[in-house]
């Protein structure tokens, strides 16, 4: 097989394709670090999670746990596309953007994912296990999601709502890592990142929606068609809400309602610039999402941190 038919065909121009060793490119290529895109968009609700956790205690972000949330989402997100792979196997080779990936195309058989898959849910494990065990507890109920997720597209018009739930447990991670429960803010912040994942997800699905047609695959953006906008409006309303609710209730204030507003105003944006029919805009839009949730970690981030000076003084 030459280079050009190794690469994914949505994936061009990354590291994976110059600089890793040949032997390794398909398995990275499985475990998406060659776009590392979705691991981040796992990792944020993750980040929220532990500054809304700082903003109540009036401490720093424990940058400890930051630090495994960033390895652990790395881990499972890479195991969690490694399944939805061998799942969708005969669906990927029917799709254009799609059937250049490792098991359809023929560069990783079924077996050598699964042991694949088996490495990077240890690796995963051995993360979470630093945590509490409350902690432990919350984050292994999460598989239960993550293995239904990709059947859930043969089913429902709504497989978006399913991968909320998978790509948003992380909100339900960091609190417990500080305080050993879950709480109400928590529990506000998981709902709204939901919504937030519907919306991008939706955005992402529309580069495929033609073939998902063709094939019998549905998703909101099939669903939604030329009422997407109207519709994003609504999740990502909801889920401005609804973490703005988390961030008041945790103790959050001018520095948290500042960042909100820029994460508010980067959702209207995408709204703003989305064309469903042009499937590069629709990923660079999807892409963007890393930026929104960056600009609210970081004023979670900073909030706590002058909580953390005022109550010292």
Sequence with gaps: MSEAAGRVADSTDNWVDKSAPAWARPYLRLGR??????????????????????????????????????????????????????????????????????????????????????????????????????TVLVGLASLAVVAIYPFMKRVTYWPQIVLGLAFSWGALMGWPATFGRLDQPALLLYAGAICWVIGYDTIYAHQDREDDAFIGIKSTALLFGARTKPMLAIFFALAVALIGWAGWSAGGGVVFGLGLLAFAAHLAWQIGRLDIDDPALCLALFKSNRDAGLLLFAALALDAALGHLNFAR
Excluded: K, Y
Aim: proline share 5%; aromatic share 10%; net charge positive.
């Design 33 to 134: 670090l060659d776009r590392p895109i979705g691991a981040w968009l796992l990792l944020l609700p993750c980040w929220w999670s532990v500054g809304l956790a700082a903003v109540r205690a009036a401490q720093p972000v424990n940058l400890w746990h930051a630090l495994l949330f960033f390895i652990g989402a790395f881990a499972m997100r890479g195991a969690g596309c490694t399944w939805n792979d061998i799942v969708d196997r005969d669906l990927d080779a029917r799709v254009e953007r799609t059937r250049s990936r490792p098991i359809p195309s023929g560069q990783v058989g079924v077996g050598a994912a699964a042991a694949f898959l088996l490495l990077q849910a240890l690796a995963g494990l051995a993360v979470l296990l630093q945590f509490n065990r409350f």
